[in-house]
């Protein structure tokens, strides 16, 4: 079966430019998760979604940053006025209680 | 608060031998605990998951995790290292009661050595 998916998997934007990055999940999964992975480090968490509910966005860094899952399945997290320090790879997972499944991540560049 | 902490930056291990990767993490109330790997310019593979239950977790690969609860631990383990383990892994936690936060460590480079 297929896995989860995000694009586009790379990013380049200009600073101030708007972005959005999609993410595909495990058809049937509940749970969705964002993360943000800057070089070097682990995953911070940004949001989590159980189907279409927003129930936790404790980790947005900002009122830049907003995420949505209209119909419970893909996800959108949009960054508005794109700064140098956004620059990080995107990690999306979804998950059940088995265990919760990343996708390949976008890596977006602000320049 | 949350944390989690991966004291060892990196651990070397001979092909055949056992290895560890350790993990200790805190929370206020009863925890997920989560082991990744991550292999070069490829994502986050889902190793194992603690939930609740029996304290010795199996996951892929010949992987498993003890969860300590005294020790507020949650060493990675494989009784006999493959080359093909050499990786970065992750250990994460979710804390029940708090929300669905997951916090994960600075991670641990493992490598194994033919």
């Known amino acids: 079966g297929a896995g989860v998916s995000q694009s586009p998997r790379y990013k380049v934007a200009k600073r101030g430019q708007d972005v959005a990055l999609r993410c595909d999940p495990i058809?049937?999964?509940?749970?969705l998760f964002w993360y943000q992975q800057a070089l070097g480090q682990g995953p911070e968490f940004l949001t989590y979604f159980q189907n279409e509910a927003q129930l936790d966005k404790s980790g947005l860094p900002s009122d830049r940053f907003f995420a949505e899952r209209p119909e419970g399945s893909v996800s959108t997290l949009k960054i508005q006025r794109t700064q140098q320090e956004d620059s990080a790879v995107y990690l999306c997972a979804s998950g059940s209680e088995r265990g919760e499944y990343f996708g390949p991540g976008t890596r977006l560049t602000v320049t | 608060a949350q944390s989690v902490a991966q004291p060892e930056d990196q651990v070397n291990v001979a092909e055949g031998n056992p290895l560890t990767v350790k993990c200790t993490y805190s929370?206020?109330?009863?925890?997920?605990l989560f082991w990744y790997v991550q292999y070069p310019n490829r994502g986050l593979q889902f190793l194992l998951k603690y939930i609740t239950g029996d304290n010795l977790v199996k996951g892929s690969y010949g992987f498993e995790a003890e969860f300590n609860k005294s020790q507020t631990s949650f060493h990675l383990k494989k009784p006999s290292a493959l080359v093909s383990d050499s990786a970065l892994y992750f250990c994460?936690?979710?804390?029940?009661?708090?929300?669905?936060?997951?916090?994960f460590g600075a991670g641990t480079r493992l490598f194994v050595k033919a």
């Open positions: 929370v206020s109330g009863n925890p997920y």
């Open positions: 058809s049937g999964h509940v749970s």
């Open positions: 994460a936690v979710r804390d029940r009661s708090g929300g669905f936060k997951t916090i």
